[in-house]
């Protein structure tokens, strides 16, 4: 079965700080992979996605992330974080095209220092 | 659109009691899934559907039910409370003909069993 590796698990950076979380995942045949973000209460929220093509792939609020197939790797990174962008970030993959059956990570906390 | 509802919110309950959170979508989405995020552990699927009549088992199934009889509806069932089922639960639904593989997620339920 795929898995899916978030080694970071808390991350605490200033504002202005530049942001790589790293996601792997174990699967040696086509994947989609996605992150998706959880402000605090709130439910979770894709930041981007990627399918196929270009590798780097650009999300939503000045995140972006690149698929190195060679790697296993999908991290997501930002070049200047800000306070609002405080949360928990997931990556996932789905690996069995058709039934949509997401695999999470675990997870990592991202905490901004104004 | 209202996406994904959950209710309740929030809901206690005591070992060996039963209830049933409820899950609806308006997005005419025919795939719907049910997880659970525990601290440390990320989200694990516990019961999915690929359409009204359809369901089957995830990640982490045991102690729970569900049914689909339409494909807006997706009802949880616990049928027996124990501790061990104190999280977080979040329902999401998909459609493979519209925007592939993207998962919309509800607000969650925070559960607490004593």
């Known amino acids: 079965a795929q898995s899916v590796s978030q080694h970071n698990h808390h991350v605490i950076l200033s504002e202005a700080a530049s942001l790589e979380l790293g996601c792997n995942y174990s699967y040696g045949g086509t994947v989609n992979l996605f992150w998706y973000v959880q402000y605090p209460g709130q439910h979770l929220q894709l930041l981007l996605k990627?399918?196929?093509?270009?590798?780097l792939v650009k999300g939503i609020k000045g995140f972006e992330a690149e698929f190195i197939k060679s790697k296993f790797s999908f991290n997501l990174r930002k070049p200047s974080v800000q306070w609002s962008d405080t949360a928990e970030y997931f990556c996932?993959?789905?690996?069995?095209?058709?039934?949509?059956?997401?695999?999470f990570g675990t997870g990592t906390r991202l905490t901004i220092i104004p | 659109n209202a996406g994904v509802t959950q209710t309740p919110k929030f809901q206690v309950l005591k070992t060996g009691q039963s209830m049933t959170l409820q899950c609806a979508q308006d997005?005419?989405?025919?795939?719907m899934s049910w997880y659970r995020q525990d601290p440390g552990m990320g989200l694990r699927l516990i019961h999915y559907s690929v359409g009204a009549g359809i369901t089957d088992q995830g990640e982490v199934p045991n102690g729970y039910n569900v049914s689909r009889s339409t494909t807006e509806d997706f009802p949880l069932r616990l049928l027996s409370a124990a501790p061990s089922q104190t999280s977080v639960y979040f329902c999401a639904s998909s459609s493979p003909g519209t925007v592939i593989y993207e998962q919309y997620f509800g607000p969650g339920t925070r559960l607490t069993v004593t």
């Open positions: 990627y399918f196929s093509g270009d590798p």
């Open positions: 996932a993959v789905i690996t069995n095209f058709g039934n949509e059956k997401l695999t």
């Open positions: 997005m005419n989405h025919e795939y």
